[in-house]
């Protein structure tokens, strides 16, 4: 079973950090894109990062510079780090698995992605 579990979520001050977790099981990772997605209060999800099988990455330009996506396929994890958060961070943020042949297209477009994970909060706030 396909399966995808967010972690790392929580409350942290304007200007800190956090590092989300997304573990795979179920599945491998080597034929899958990983992108992580996140819900504002009363808004549509929107994209936020997204590495490729070959670990090229993309970025929303809101977090650009900020945050950094990174995999690990032994562990079956994928990492968001987020540095520099602002208050207009806090959503609930999602990962979301994409099976491709293509090794070096991250995607970033929501319907592309197969399998979702629950979500983990993330409010900044002082």
């Known amino acids: 079973q396909v399966q995808l579990a967010e972690s790392g979520g929580g409350l942290v001050q304007p200007g800190g950090s956090l590092r989300l977790s997304c573990a795979a099981s179920g599945f491998s990772l080597d034929w899958y894109t990983i992108g992580w997605f996140r819900r504002l209060p009363g808004k549509e999800r929107n994209f936020v990062a997204a590495?490729?099988?070959?670990?090229?990455?993309e970025y929303s330009d809101s977090v650009k510079n900020r945050f950094a996506i990174s995999r690990d396929n032994d562990k079956k994890m994928v990492y968001l780090q987020m540095n520099d958060l602002k208050p207009e961070d806090t959503a609930v943020y999602s990962c979301a698995a994409r099976f491709t042949t293509n090794a070096d297209n991250p995607g970033r477009h929501e319907s592309e992605f197969d399998y979702w994970g629950q979500g983990t909060q993330v409010t900044v706030s002082s």
């Open positions: 590495i490729s099988r070959s670990g090229k990455t």
